[in-house]
C-alpha cells in the first residue's frame, strides 16, 4: 500500500540538507526554488520536470522550508525566485507583484468518518480533525459545512494525513478529511468502520508554481525552459503514469529513500493520475477560476469571485508559449 504523502513531517527532513543549499548561496545564474515541504514520492514527478530542464540548461538549487508559509515569504524578501504554494490570498492582501505560472497538484482531498456519523448533519456540532489551521484540509471542511448548513464542535489538528488515519484506527480520531492514497489506505484496512462522506466536486490547486513578474520577465529563457518540461512531463505522465519511475531510476532521483517506499513509486502516480491530482495543462485560466471560488468560499479571499482577474494572480505567457510549443 501506498504510505508516502505530501505531508511527511520527520523522517525525510534530513533530505533539506541534499537539496537545500541556503538562503545565501545564490550563484550568478542561478534560479533559486523554495519548496515549502520535503522531497518525497508525491514531489518526484516536479523532480523529473527539473532534472529534464537542467539537461536542457536550466541551472538551480532548491531550498526546503519547513512551512509553505516560510517558501513564500522567501519569494516576497528576494531571497528566493520561484515558490510552491498558492500564495493567492497574500497577493490580495499585500498587493505583492508575485503571479503563479504553473499549477502542480491539485487538492484531491477526502472526508472520512466513523460509521457512526451516517451523513454531515450527523456531525452537526462534533469533533473534528484537521491538518492545521489554514490549511487546505481546513478550507475544505468550512466550505462543506456552509453547504451543508452545520457547525462543527472543537477542531482539533494533526499534521500528515497518514497521520490522522493512524489516529482513526486507533479511535482517537472519529471524522478528518484525508489525501487519496490515504482515504484508499483507510477503506482497504477499516472499511467496515469507516466511510466516505460527499465532498466538493471542483477542487482547487493544492501546489502551484509561483514567482516575482519582474523577475520571471527578466528570466524569460530560464521560465520557457522549466515551464515547458514541466508540461511536457504533466502531459507524458497522464498518458503512462510509469514514465515518472523510469524517469527517477534513469536518473538516480530520491537514491536516499528507503527502497521500500520507492518501490511504491508507480502505484502512487497510477492512482495520482487517475484520481486527477494532475492537470496535463498545467492550469491557467481554469484553474485561476475554480482557486477563486473555493478560496473565496472558504473564506480566504474577498469576493464575489466572479469580480476577480485572472491577470492579477497569475502570469500566463510562459505557459501559453509552453502549449503553443508542444501543442494545445
Given at each position: 500500500?501506498?504510505?508516502?504523502t505530501?505531508?511527511i513531517s520527520?523522517l525525510?527532513?534530513?533530505l533539506?540538507?541534499?537539496?537545500?543549499i541556503g538562503?545565501?548561496?545564490?550563484?550568478?545564474?542561478?534560479?533559486?526554488i523554495a519548496?515549502g515541504?520535503v522531497?518525497s514520492?508525491?514531489?518526484?514527478?516536479f523532480?523529473?520536470?527539473?532534472?529534464r530542464?537542467?539537461?536542457?540548461?536550466?541551472?538551480?538549487?532548491?531550498?526546503?522550508f519547513?512551512k509553505?508559509q516560510l517558501?513564500?515569504?522567501?519569494v516576497?524578501?528576494?531571497?528566493m525566485d520561484?515558490?510552491?504554494g498558492?500564495?493567492?490570498?497574500i497577493?490580495?492582501?499585500s498587493k505583492?507583484?508575485i503571479?503563479n505560472?504553473f499549477?502542480?497538484?491539485?487538492?484531491?482531498f477526502f472526508?472520512?468518518?466513523s460509521n457512526?456519523?451516517?451523513t454531515?448533519?450527523?456531525?452537526d456540532?462534533q469533533?473534528?480533525?484537521?491538518?492545521?489551521?489554514g490549511?487546505?484540509?481546513?478550507a475544505i471542511g468550512?466550505i462543506?459545512i456552509k453547504?451543508?448548513?452545520?457547525t462543527?464542535?472543537?477542531?482539533s489538528?494533526?499534521?500528515?494525513s497518514?497521520?490522522?488515519i493512524?489516529?482513526m484506527?486507533?479511535?482517537?480520531i472519529?471524522?478528518?478529511i484525508v489525501?487519496l492514497?490515504n482515504?484508499?489506505?483507510?477503506?482497504a484496512?477499516?472499511?467496515d468502520?469507516f466511510h466516505v462522506?460527499?465532498g466538493?466536486?471542483d477542487?482547487?490547486?493544492?501546489?502551484v508554481l509561483?514567482?516575482?513578474?519582474g523577475?520571471?520577465k527578466?528570466?524569460k529563457?530560464?521560465?520557457a525552459?522549466?515551464?515547458?518540461e514541466?508540461?511536457r512531463?504533466?502531459?507524458?505522465?497522464?498518458?503512462?503514469?510509469?514514465?515518472?519511475?523510469q524517469?527517477?531510476q534513469?536518473?538516480n532521483?530520491?537514491?536516499?529513500l528507503?527502497k521500500?517506499?520507492?518501490?511504491?513509486?508507480?502505484?502512487?502516480y497510477?492512482?495520482?493520475v487517475e484520481?486527477?491530482l494532475y492537470?496535463?495543462n498545467?492550469g491557467g485560466?481554469?484553474?485561476?477560476k475554480?482557486d477563486?471560488?473555493?478560496?473565496?468560499?472558504?473564506?480566504?479571499?474577498n469576493?464575489p469571485a466572479?469580480?476577480l482577474?485572472v491577470?492579477?494572480?497569475?502570469?500566463?505567457?510562459?505557459?501559453?508559449?509552453a502549449?503553443a510549443?508542444?501543442g494545445n
Amino acid at each position: 500500500m501506498i504510505v508516502l504523502t505530501k505531508r511527511i513531517s520527520v523522517l525525510f527532513v534530513t533530505l533539506v540538507v541534499v537539496l537545500g543549499i541556503g538562503l545565501n548561496a545564490q550563484a550568478a545564474g542561478k534560479v533559486r526554488i523554495a519548496l515549502g515541504d520535503v522531497a518525497s514520492v508525491e514531489t518526484l514527478c516536479f523532480l523529473v520536470a527539473l532534472d529534464r530542464a537542467k539537461d536542457r540548461g536550466l541551472d538551480y538549487e532548491m531550498t526546503a522550508f519547513a512551512k509553505e508559509q516560510l517558501a513564500i515569504q522567501a519569494v516576497i524578501g528576494g531571497q528566493m525566485d520561484i515558490g510552491i504554494g498558492t500564495p493567492y490570498s497574500i497577493i490580495q492582501k499585500s498587493k505583492v507583484p508575485i503571479r503563479n505560472f504553473f499549477q502542480l497538484s491539485k487538492l484531491v482531498f477526502f472526508p472520512v468518518a466513523s460509521n457512526k456519523y451516517k451523513t454531515w448533519q450527523d456531525l452537526d456540532g462534533q469533533p473534528f480533525t484537521f491538518h492545521a489551521r489554514g490549511t487546505g484540509t481546513e478550507a475544505i471542511g468550512d466550505i462543506i459545512i456552509k453547504r451543508e448548513g452545520i457547525t462543527l464542535g472543537q477542531r482539533s489538528y494533526v499534521p500528515g494525513s497518514e497521520n490522522r488515519i493512524v489516529g482513526m484506527m486507533k479511535g482517537q480520531i472519529n471524522a478528518t478529511i484525508v489525501d487519496l492514497s490515504n482515504k484508499n489506505i483507510l477503506m482497504a484496512k477499516a472499511g467496515d468502520r469507516f466511510h466516505v462522506l460527499p465532498g466538493i466536486t471542483d477542487p482547487a490547486s493544492d501546489e502551484v508554481l509561483f514567482a516575482e513578474i519582474g523577475w520571471m520577465k527578466e528570466n524569460k529563457e530560464s521560465i520557457a525552459i522549466l515551464v515547458e518540461e514541466l508540461l511536457r512531463t504533466w502531459r507524458e505522465m497522464t498518458k503512462d503514469p510509469s514514465i515518472i519511475d523510469q524517469e527517477r531510476q534513469k536518473r538516480n532521483l530520491l537514491s536516499d529513500l528507503p527502497k521500500e517506499l520507492l518501490t511504491e513509486v508507480d502505484a502512487y502516480y497510477k492512482e495520482a493520475v487517475e484520481g486527477g491530482l494532475y492537470d496535463p495543462n498545467g492550469g491557467g485560466v481554469e484553474a485561476a477560476k475554480a482557486d477563486f471560488t473555493f478560496y473565496v468560499d472558504a473564506g480566504q479571499m474577498n469576493g464575489p469571485a466572479a469580480d476577480l482577474k485572472v491577470e492579477d494572480y497569475w502570469y500566463l505567457a510562459p505557459l501559453d508559449a509552453a502549449k503553443a510549443k508542444l501543442g494545445n
